[in-house]
Nanobody
Framework: QVQLKESGGGSVQAGGSLRLSCAAS????????MAWFRQVSGKEREGVAD???????SVADFARGRFTISKDNAENTLYLQMDSLKPEDTATYYC????????????????????WGQGTQVIVSS
């Protein structure tokens, strides 16, 4: 059984930083791509950043220069370093993973990911 569990969310003032973690357990060897998504209540989920099995990364335009995705294969943990946070970054952040056969880095289509964490909330105040 595969499980993804996010942590690291919280409240921060604008301009601050947070580091989200996503601990993967179970048959993690099947994961060839992982990603971070976020969702504001009442709005569609949007892709934030993704990383493939070779460690190549892609970040959404709104996050470029501020957010960094990385992973520690030895610890089976995915990270999202978020700097220069803005109030509009307030959302629930989810990590996702899958075997991603045929996946193109940067697509960040939630339909491509079959495994999801429960989410961690990020609140950025002005």
């Amino acid at each position: 059984q595969v499980q993804l569990k996010e942590s690291g969310g919280g409240s921060v003032q604008a301009g601050g930083s947070l580091r989200l973690s996503c601990a993967a357990s179970g048959h993690t060897h099947i994961f060839r791509c992982m990603a971070w998504f976020r969702q504001v209540s009442g709005k569609e989920r949007e892709g934030v950043a993704d990383i493939d099995y070779e460690g190549r990364t892609s970040v959404a335009d709104f996050a470029r220069g501020r957010f960094t995705i990385s992973k520690d294969n030895a610890e089976n943990t995915l990270y999202l370093q978020m700097d220069s946070l803005k109030p509009e970054d307030t959302a629930t952040y989810y990590c996702a993973a899958d075997g991603c056969e045929g996946y193109a880095l940067g697509d960040r289509n939630e339909d491509d990911f079959g495994y999801w964490g429960q989410g961690t909330q990020v609140i950025v105040s002005s």
